[in-house]
């Protein structure tokens, strides 16, 4: 493996990579000092093992030069009495899951998915499900209360240990720290400690709580959230909302791009909020949404709201 003069190669992807190759197959021809850094940290026999998680999630599965548009994201449909889950096999994107918690007769609480229609499935057998459908995607777990986090990681583990879970998946919460401290929410140092402990092999997908939003996304929640985050390994995707990013100061998008050239940010946007003329508004001001090398900015919107977006020829490259 060979690395360019324009090749920004850092220590984790080293890592990344010997972590997850046949290291007796790999010969390596680096610059120094980061091949001497590198020998140093390969001997040492105590240093964690980490995992290459194949990039962020949306990245993978966008279609080169639609801004991430393309990608579908879709809900699972839950059956019967809470049996099957299925997703149409012609839908290729995100899978959205919204974990939470069932309190059994007797037992531990167990991680469930719900869906939109009041139907739930255990989180377990979902997965599992899901790991056989075929096609290009990937996963989107949201815990929606802190006692979630735990059980959720740990079927995820349990399920990648036994060879079914082998999409990238992205772990989404709503946290609270510093100037965002909510009750109810899980705290950021909890997330990601938890993570860290149970299973890291995931991208982080923290969000802010409504009640802070009022007033957008102010000066003092991005330092605060970049605050948390900063150190990372993981890939982290800063969840937004289009309605508290429209009251916000322009530029916050690159501000927290800057944080990490493993960031992403994801802005999400419902049908009860407005046509897309308006989401388009909003992320014109919030740009820019690329890095040079890469589409960094990523519109969560129905399939409907994608299609006109990327019909718009008034946009060419807007979130450029």
């Given at each position: 493996?060979?690395?360019?003069?324009?090749?920004?190669?850092?220590?984790?992807?080293?890592?990344?990579?010997?972590?997850?190759?046949?290291?007796?197959?790999?010969?390596?021809?680096f610059f120094e000092p980061l091949l001497s850094q590198f020998k140093q940290l390969a001997v040492n026999t105590s240093?964690?093992?980490?995992?290459?998680?194949?990039?962020?999630?949306?990245?993978?599965?966008?279609?080169?030069?639609?801004?991430?548009?393309?990608?579908?994201?879709?809900?699972?449909?839950?059956?019967?009495?809470?049996?099957?889950?299925?997703?149409?096999?012609?839908?290729?994107?995100?899978?959205l899951l919204d974990v939470g918690l069932q309190e059994p007769a007797a037992g531990d609480p167990v991680p469930i998915?719900?869906?939109?229609?009041?139907?739930?499935?255990?989180?377990?057998?979902?997965?599992?499900?899901?790991?056989?459908?075929?096609?290009?995607?990937?996963?989107?777990?949201?815990?929606?209360?802190?006692?979630?986090?735990?059980?959720?990681?740990?079927?995820?583990?349990?399920?990648?240990?036994?060879?079914?879970?082998?999409?990238?998946?992205?772990?989404?919460?709503?946290?609270?720290?510093?100037?965002?401290?909510?009750?109810?929410?899980?705290?950021?140092?909890?997330?990601?400690?938890?993570?860290?402990?149970?299973?890291?092999?995931?991208?982080?997908?923290?969000?802010?709580?409504?009640?802070?939003?009022?007033?957008?996304?102010?000066?003092?929640?991005?330092?605060?959230?970049?605050?948390?985050?900063?150190?990372?390994?993981?890939?982290?995707?800063?969840?937004?909302?289009?309605?508290?990013?429209?009251?916000?100061?322009?530029?916050?998008?690159?501000?927290?791009?800057?944080?990490?050239?493993?960031?992403?940010?994801?802005?999400?946007?419902?049908?009860?909020?407005?046509?897309?003329?308006?989401?388009?508004?909003?992320?014109?001001?919030?740009?820019?949404?690329?890095?040079?090398?890469?589409?960094?900015?990523?519109?969560?919107?129905?399939?409907?709201?994608?299609?006109?977006?990327?019909?718009?020829?008034e946009h060419p490259g807007v979130l450029a």
């Open positions: 493996m060979r690395q360019s003069t324009s090749d920004p190669a850092t220590m984790d992807d080293l890592l990344y990579i010997r972590d997850n190759t046949a290291t007796h197959q790999v010969c390596y021809d240093q964690k093992q980490r995992y290459y998680t194949r990039g962020s999630l949306i990245p993978a599965l966008q279609n080169p030069g639609d801004e991430g548009l393309s990608v579908q994201w879709l809900v699972p449909d839950i059956q019967g009495n809470g049996s099957t889950a299925t997703v149409p096999i012609d839908c290729e994107g995100v899978i998915v719900h869906a939109p229609d009041g139907h739930a499935l255990m989180l377990e057998s979902c997965l599992q499900q899901l790991a056989m459908r075929p096609g290009h995607w990937g996963l989107h777990v949201h815990t929606a209360e802190p006692t979630t986090l735990q059980p959720s990681l740990a079927t995820l583990a349990t399920l990648c240990a036994l060879g079914h879970l082998s999409r990238p998946v992205r772990l989404g919460a709503t946290v609270s720290h510093g100037s965002f401290m909510v009750p109810g929410c899980v705290t950021g140092r909890e997330l990601l400690a938890t993570v860290a402990e149970v299973f890291p092999h995931v991208a982080e997908a923290p969000g802010w709580p409504e009640e802070v939003l009022g007033s957008g996304y102010r000066e003092q929640l991005l330092t605060d959230m970049l605050e948390l985050c900063q150190g990372l390994w993981q890939p982290v995707s800063f969840q937004l909302q289009v309605g508290p990013l429209g009251q916000s100061p322009a530029g916050i998008v690159a501000q927290l791009l800057a944080a990490s050239r493993r960031a992403t940010v994801t802005v999400e946007h419902n049908p009860g909020q407005g046509h897309y003329e308006s989401m388009w508004a909003v992320l014109l001001a919030a740009g820019p949404w690329r890095r040079p090398e890469s589409t960094t900015g990523y519109p969560r919107a129905t399939a409907k709201t994608c299609r006109q977006i990327l019909a718009d020829t």
